[in-house]
């Protein structure tokens, strides 16, 4: 059996839950998003293995961290993966549309798929899909919220601005 592990942070969004197995980063939950800070009864605390994740967050909430250099094994079905990898493919500081994200995996006519994938991404902020707009410009969609998503997107413009 594979034994989750996980630690959880307070962060400028609030608490941050990540979970991860041997493979990766499995879970990264927001308190009151759609993928809430559950903690499985079969997972384990252990701050000390999940430290290297946490770094890298405080560091990314800092604005000192542009790129997460962490191993991730999220669940999903292989549409949701190649989603998840395009969305690993959007800049830091940068946004796309999700016609862009269906573009880049091949299929233009997926936009909707792309927002399904999208909101069932279960480690945001690492593959950030919070860095996925509308067409128009308009911010739409975030598992976590708007407000949340709006502050990341506050956050990644203010340190790419100051050329961080």
């Avoid at 079905?77 to 946004?95: E, H, M, N, S």
Wanted: hydrophobic share 40%.
């Amino acid at each position: 059996m594979v034994e989750m592990i996980y630690d959880i942070i307070d962060s400028p969004m609030g608490p941050i839950l990540v979970a991860m197995d041997q493979r990766g980063v499995r879970h990264l939950s927001f308190e009151g998003g759609t993928h809430p800070l559950g903690i499985d009864p079969g997972w384990t605390r252990d701050p000390k293995k999940v430290k290297p994740v946490m770094d890298q967050l405080v560091a990314y909430f800092a604005g000192k961290l542009t790129q997460f250099e962490v191993d991730l094994a999220p669940l999903g079905t292989a549409f949701q993966q190649k989603v998840w990898a395009a969305l690993c493919r959007i800049p830091y500081g940068r946004t796309a549309s999700y016609l862009d994200v269906a573009v880049a995996v091949g299929n233009e006519k997926a936009c909707r798929a792309v927002g399904g994938a999208n909101g069932k991404n279960p480690i945001p902020i690492i593959i950030p899909c919070h860095r996925v707009i509308g067409k128009s410009g308009k911010l739409v969609g975030f598992s976590s919220g708007l407000d949340i998503k709006t502050r990341l997107l506050q956050l990644e413009s203010r340190a790419y601005s100051n050329g961080e």
